[in-house]
């Protein structure tokens, strides 16, 4: 991964690092975020909540370089490495994305892409990211992990109540979302809130 640089910053980026640490959104945890967490806007952290949640992604970065636009030097909001090994740049836009912008990045050599609100927003995952990545800085005890994949394995899938009486040190929902953000276990996060009836499964690529 592309990492952040240290010595003679360019002066858009380091006004974005500025702007960014003046700024603090939750949840507050990450779990693929290869560097330091900065956000300078509420659909940037939605849109970070998205790409920790997606199981094509590996890792990404915030803030990542400036690159020169029409518009003049730009800084994207993330530099997102897939499994497939493919590296896109992405913002989080309000609207459409301005085509100075994707010109700009192609030009430099980039693969661009402006994702709007409304994609970031519509359905549940964003809601029920939200949630889980309240417990991105907690972590499964072994025993309660084990025992949870070995429930899983007998059973084939267990409903999120029925995997309530699996956990023996700590609280259910910590246990579950924590191995629901590390692949351990696959929940369905589009259809719907995450309540008692959400089925749980090996998580399986």
Known sequence: MMSHPHFETP???????????????????????????MFRSRPARDLACLL?????????????????TELGPHVPDFLVDYDDGSRLFLDA????EAPEIREGAAIAGFRYRGVPREETE??????NARDMLRYARCRTPLNDRVRMLSALEEAGSLSVSECFQVFREVQPMTGISWMFLHRLVFLDIDEAMIGPDTVVRPFQR
Do not use: I, N
């Open 122 to 127: 519509v359905g549940f995952r964003l809601a």
């Open 11 to 37: 002066a858009a980026l380091y006004a974005a690092y500025e702007e960014a640490s003046t700024k603090l959104y939750y949840p507050r945890g990450t779990v693929r975020c290869s560097a330091d967490a």
């Open 93 to 96: 836009v309000e609207g459409e």
């Open 52 to 68: 920790d949640v997606d199981p094509d992604v590996v890792a990404w970065l915030c803030l990542p370089l400036e690159f020169e």
